[in-house]
């Protein structure tokens, strides 16, 4: 395997990847991921659909009333190109921290951030700075933007362990603040001559472990995650107005409102922070035609009764999480909406295995997006049988590749094929039905927790001995956070301290990764070698779940 000659002076990107033979498989097999060896993923998204379908062409849109057209989009976007080549320096390779909700400006800056040559890292605007740190420490950036009011971590990050990190705020006052900045700039900006086997992102992923991960993408898998699902299973129009709850620091969220519609001539309707019923809400009121979110706001959506203000949505995705069969069936009784499910994953960059339409079968999570083959390996590392479960598998055009992290790379990609840690069975027409995590992973409400990050967080708490995390099977979420914690001799373990405890976790981690469950116990169970038997504690959080679902109403 041999990459194109690079556009970066910086090579740190290329100089961490992992060795070619430690890489997966990648296949081209369809025309629509095959790209020229030269391309800026910027420009695709952007200069082409100007170029396509007009400058007036309306982009992006909020709930606020803030309309941006793909005029607006592509001028802003240059403008920061601008002002990070032009007055700070930034050398194509460099990276780029982006830290915001889901706004227009953070649009402009990731696609700004391509134009330039730059590595975007884009950080979800919940995490603290004691989650921010392993990734900044990992991916060196030399240039944050962020906006104005999450950047109280950054700067934090910046006096601890990045102190030549240059931090620009924007979205609010003062000459300083990019967006200020930005106005004195022509927006004329001709993008880096970028490899399409250039890194164009980073995408940190907590994995189970709680230690970060970063996986890395290059120009060409943004396009090829359109090429595969956008253009095979989702199939914008557009005409279509995108809604999707999952932050761009989500792959899922980047492919949703960037992504796809903008290789369409779509428009996303950004919204930094929205209830399920505020969701169904917008729906209704700002003419959404596509809808993604996690299979918790829909169930929450139908439990209040608010599920008629969806009725003017074409197509309806579900992602994060396995949605429930009985779920799907009443969106799809009460609407005639057929939700479009999928599993992907942030080293695969977007969803891999879908079915839409007609080709949607009922509590299966679909067949592999044409482009695209998978498979489910046994104990042995081999290919099973139809109907026998075990570990999901796929290879396509885009693949993990971690940064400097050989050890977790064997562990991901096994004989060419990626691993996702999850456990599936497959049926003899091709499709694949999800059974269960294969690791330490809690997925609640669509959000990937690792278990150890929220042990080593509670355990920080001065009361606490030691404790254990687990998945907690729950009607609405999927899972919740259930931690069992030793407490130290003399202090009491009563509705008071669970509270202290799940605040300071709030204080420590992103707040939805706090425990709701919270059980005060006298030990742990352990093996005779002193190993902490999670197994035995999801046995038994599993077994009251079962039985409270047994019990008669």
Known sequence: MQLSTSAYPDTFARDHLPPFDQWPTLEFTTESVRYAERLNAAVELIDVPVERFGADRVALRTPEGDVWTYGDLQRRANQ????????????PGNRVLLRSPNNPWAVACWLGILKAGGIVVTMFSALRAGELAP?????????????????????????????????????????????????????????????????????????????????THFHRDILAIDGTFGQHALRLEADDLVSCTAPLAFTFGLGMLVAFPLRVGAASLLTEAATPAQLAELVADKDVTVLATAPTAFKQILAAGNVGLLRGLRVAVSAGEHIARETWQRLYDELGLRVVDGIGATEMLHIFISAAGDDIRPGATGRAVPGYRATILGRDDQEVPSGVEGRLAVIGPVGCRYLDDDDRQAGYVVNGWNVTGDTFCRDDDGYFYYRSRTDNMIVSSGYNIGGPE???????????????????????????????????????????KVKEIQDHVKGVLAPYK????????????????????????????????????EEPS
């Not at 920061?80 to 050398?91: I, K, P, T, W």
């Open 135 to 215: 990734v900044v420490t990992k991916a060196q950036p030399t240039v944050a933007l962020v906006d104005h009011r999450f950047s109280k971590d950054v700067v934090a990050l910046q006096a601890e362990v990045a102190p030549d990190l240059q931090i620009l705020r924007f979205g609010g006052e003062g000459d300083e603040d990019l967006v200020a900045r930005t106005a004195g700039k022509s927006g004329e900006f001709v993008a880096v001559d970028t490899a399409a086997d250039d890194v164009a992102l980073f995408g940190p992923t907590s994995g189970s472990t709680g230690v970060p991960k970063i996986t």
């Open 80 to 91: 920061v190109a601008q002002v990070l080549s032009e007055d700070l320096g930034l050398v």
């Open 514 to 549: 706090y425990p709701r469950d919270v059980r005060f116990v006298a030990s742990l169970p352990r093996n005779t070698s002193g190993k902490l038997q999670h197994f035995r504690l999801r046995e038994q959080v599993q077994a009251e779940a079962t039985d409270a679902r």
């Open 454 to 496: 929220v042990e080593a967080a509670i355990e920080t708490h001065p009361d606490v001995m030691e404790c254990a995390v687990v998945a907690k099977p729950d009607p609405d979420r999927g899972s919740t956070v259930c931690a069992f914690v030793v407490l130290r001799d003399g202090v009491t373990g009563d509705r008071d």
